[in-house]
């Protein structure tokens, strides 16, 4: 775990609707939901808030790219979304690459006897736990943080 930075990091899946976030224990094991946001005029506000409740040293943003790791209509959102939350918080954005963890999280859900209509409240969630769960993993494994981050804009 040589290279791997400690402290409560967020996960942010950016849908239409709704906003899954996720959080991490300051040692990075193990990535919880947290919260699902409704994609309005305070989103973004809400998720600082969240940030600065858990004392959160990093945001995870999932890129949702198609298969072919080309960009869609989900990830020019997803890079807006992100670059409002660098905008709005001192605090480290980056973008992390999360082509399954929506349909990781469907797959979960149903697993777990879940159907489509009751898990629609915390599949949000639950694909933030995945992308933040592969953010970690990567991270320890390579020593290097995941992702590419966001530019802070001077304030």
């Not at 209509?117 to 769960?133: C, N, P």
């Given at each position: 775990m040589s290279g791997f930075r400690r402290g409560v990091r967020l996960g942010?899946?950016?849908g239409r609707a709704r906003v899954g976030v996720a959080r991490c224990d300051p040692d990075g094991l193990l990535a919880t939901p947290l919260e699902t946001v409704a994609r309005d005029d305070s989103a973004v506000a809400r998720i600082v808030a969240l940030a600065n409740e858990y004392?959160?040293?990093?945001?995870?943003?999932?890129?949702?790219?198609n298969l072919r790791g080309e960009d869609t209509a989900s990830t020019t959102d997803a890079r807006e979304f992100a670059s409002a939350l660098a905008a709005a918080s001192a605090l480290p954005v980056r973008l992390v690459d999360e082509r399954l963890s929506t349909v990781s999280a469907h797959a979960a859900l149903r697993s777990s006897g879940r159907s489509q209509?009751?898990?629609?409240?915390?599949?949000?969630?639950?694909?933030?736990?995945?992308?933040?769960?592969q953010a970690l993993d990567v991270e320890k494994s390579t020593g290097r943080p995941p992702g590419i981050p966001i530019p802070q804009e001077p304030a």
């Open positions: 942010v899946d950016v004392s959160a040293v990093e945001l995870l943003v999932g890129l949702p790219m209509r009751s898990s629609r409240s915390i599949v949000d969630q639950v694909a933030a736990v995945v992308l933040l769960q």
